[in-house]
C-alpha cells in the first residue's frame, strides 16, 4: 500500500512529500539526495536550531518586522521543537549539502508548517513562510555555526558533571588505597616504590585538568555571529538585530554569550568550534592512558599484575568458563578512539573552508554533538561500573613489591649508583631480594660507603630499606 502525500513546490517545482510530514519541499529533497548513513541530527542541534528561530521572532517581531501573529505562531512551533515534541521531523542525514542548507531548511518547514496549523491552516499552506517569516533576517550560513556553539554549551555542564564525578571517584580511591606501597613502573620495566593511592591520584588530577581545558575552550564558543546572514555584512538584517538575538538567546538559554567583534570572521572561521574539539579529544588521550592503565594492573589474575580488580559485570568468554574481562575499561577505550575520529573530522572540515564560508559545517556540528554525547556517556559508565567498585589486591601487589630490585636506588646516597647496579644484576641472577642481598653484602664488608670509602653497616642498609613507604614520599634517604 502507497503511503499517502501531498505536493509541494519550491523554487526548482513540486515535489511529493508524505502527507502527515511537517517538513516540506526542501526537505523531502534532501532526504532523497543524501540516503547517506541513515543518522538523523543530534537533540542539541535541533533545539540550538528552534531557539535561534525562537529568538529571531521575538526580536523580529519587537523590531517592527514581523506580524505579531505570525511571530506568536512561530514562537510556540518552536517552542514545542525545543521540548522535543516534533524529533522525528528531523530527518536530513549529516552528510548533507554544503553550508547545512538541508537542516536549516528542514527546521524553517517544520516551524512554519506547525505554525500553520496553530493558525488554523493545513500542512502545505504556509500561511506562516519557511523563508519570509521563519528565516526573517537569517541565513544558513550564520544560523548553523550560531547553532553548532549553543548545542556544546547546552551540554557543556553535563559533561564537566561527568567528569567531576569521576574525578571525585578517583580521589576517593586514592584515599582507599593510600597505604598500598607498591613496585612502580617505568618502560614497563621495576621502578621505584610508589603508593597506589598515588597513582589514583594522578590520574583524578589529570582528568580535573582536562575538564579545566574544555572549560577553558568553551568560552570562545560564547561569541555568536548571528547577524552576519549570507557573508558576514548583515544584509537585509536589521542594524540592531545582531546584539538583540545576543542578547535574547543569552535569556532564553541561561547562557553567557557575547556578541562578535566581528561578524566576517565569525562567518568564515570555525577556530573556535576547532578548540572546543581539540580540549575533547586531549580528554580522551587521558582516557585512553587511564583506562590501558586499569588494564594493565588488573590484568591475570594468575598470569599478569593482578594489583586491581574490577567489579565482574558480564562473563568474559563465550568459550572459557569463569573468565572475567575489563569490559568496562575496553569500552572506554573504544569510545575515546571514536572521539579522536570526531575531532580528526573536525580538523578537517574546518580547514576546508573558504573565503566568506565553512561549507563543511554540517559534519563539524554531527562530530561535535557525538563527541559529546560519547564521552558523557562513556565517562559515567565508566565510573559507575568500574571506578566505584574497582578493589585493590594488597597481597599481590607487595608480593611484586618485594621481588623488586630497583629499591636499590634508595641507597644511592649511601653506595652510589655502580655498587647499586652490580647488586640488582646479582639479586636478579640469583633470583634472591635485593635488601637480603645488600645486607649479606654488607654484613661480609663487601659494600662501601660512596663517599667516605668504609664498610657500610647491615644495619645501615636496612634502615635504608626497612620503611618502604618512606621511598614514596621523596628527600634523601640517609
Given amino acids: 500500500m502507497t503511503n499517502p502525500t501531498r505536493i509541494e513546490r519550491d523554487s526548482l517545482g513540486e515535489v511529493r512529500v508524505p ?34 528561530k525562537l529568538a529571531a521572532a521575538q526580536v523580529n517581531r519587537e ?26 521531523q528531523f530527518v536530513v542525514d549529516p552528510f548533507q549539502a554544503g553550508a547545512g542548507t538541508s537542516h536549516n531548511m528542514n527546521v524553517n518547514e517544520v516551524i512554519a508548517n506547525r505554525a500553520t496549523q ?59 588505597f593510600d597505604d598500598l606501597v607498591k613496585s612502580g613502573r617505568t618502560h614497563l620495566q621495576d621502578a621505584l616504590p610508589v603508593r597506589l593511592g598515588q597513582e589514583f591520584g594522578a590520574y583524578a588530577r ?40 545576543v542578547r535574547k538567546l543569552s535569556e532564553l538559554t541561561g547562557l553567557q554569550l557575547y556578541e ?9 572561521s570555525m577556530a573556535d568550534a576547532v578548540d572546543f574539539s581539540a580540549s575533547l579529544r586531549t580528554l580522551a588521550l587521558t582516557l585512553i592512558r587511564i583506562a590501558n592503565d586499569f588494564r594493565l594492573l588488573a590484568s591475570g589474575p594468575a598470569t599478569g599484575l593482578d594489583e586491581i580488580r574490577f567489579p565482574a559485570v558480564q562473563p568474559g568468554s563465550s568459550i572459557m568458563p569463569g573468565k572475567v574481562n575489563p569490559v568496562m575499561a575496553e569500552m572506554l577505550d573504544m569510545a575515546m578512539f571514536h572521539v579522536v575520529g570526531c575531532d580528526t573530522t573536525v580538523a578537517l572540515a ?16 554531527h562530530n561535535l554533538f557525538e563527541a ?35 629499591i636499590i636506588t634508595a641507597l644511592n646516597p649511601l653506595i652510589g649508583y655502580t655498587q647499586g647496579a652490580r647488586l640488582v644484576k646479582e639479586a636478579l641472577a640469583r633470583g634472591v631480594p635485593i635488601r637480603d642481598l645488600a645486607v649479606e653484602k654488607a654484613r661480609a664488608g663487601e ?10 653497616s647491615a644495619e645501615e642498609i636496612e634502615a635504608a630499606l626497612n620503611d618502604l613507604r618512606r621511598l614514596t614520599e621523596g628527600g634523601i634517604v640517609t
Fill in 118 to 176: 496553530l493558525l488554523g491552516g493545513k500542512l502545505g499552506e504556509y500561511r506562516v513562510h519557511p523563508n519570509d517569516h521563519v528565516n526573517m533576517a537569517q541565513s544558513t550560513n550564520d544560523t548553523i555555526p550560531t547553532a553548532i556553539r549553543l548545542g556544546c554549551l547546552w551540554r557543556l555542564d553535563e559533561l564537566l558533571a561527568a567528569l567531576t564525578d569521576l574525578a571525585e571517584a578517583l580521589t576517593a580511591k586514592s584515599i582507599e
Fill in 19 to 52: 502527507a502527515s510530514a511537517l517538513y516540506g519541499a526542501q526537505t523531502q529533497r534532501a532526504v532523497d539526495n543524501f540516503p547517506i548513513s541513515g543518522l538523523k541530527p543530534w537533540r542539541a542541534f535541533i533545539w540550538s536550531m528552534a531557539t535561534i
Fill in 372 to 406: 559529546m554525547q560519547v564521552t558523557i556517556g562513556a565517562v559515567r559508565a565508566f565510573t559507575e561500573r568500574a571506578v566505584r567498585g574497582v578493589s585493590a589486591n594488597r597481597e599481590k601487589a607487595e608480593g611484586w613489591l618485594a621481588k623488586n630490585a630497583i
Fill in 206 to 245: 589529570a582528568v580535573e585538568r582536562d575538564a579545566e581545558r574544555i572549560r577553558r575552550s568553551a568560552e570562545g564558543l560564547r561569541r555568536l555571529g548571528i547577524g552576519g546572514t549570507a557573508v558576514g555584512s548583515g544584509l537585509n538584517a536589521h542594524p540592531e538585530y545582531h546584539a538583540r538575538m
Fill in 350 to 365: 574546518a580547514q576546508a573552508g573558504q573565503l566568506e564560508l565553512n561549507v563543511m559545517m554540517p559534519v563539524m556540528a
Fill in 63 to 88: 523590531l517592527g518586522l514581523l506580524d505579531a501573529e505570525k511571530a506568536e505562531a512561530i514562537v510556540r512551533a518552536a517552542q514545542e521543537i525545543v521540548l522535543g515534541r516534533w524529533d522525528d
Fill in 447 to 456: 659494600i662501601e660507603h660512596r663517599d667516605q670509602g668504609r664498610p657500610v
Fill in 260 to 268: 562578535s567583534d566581528n561578524l566576517f570572521e565569525s562567518m568564515q
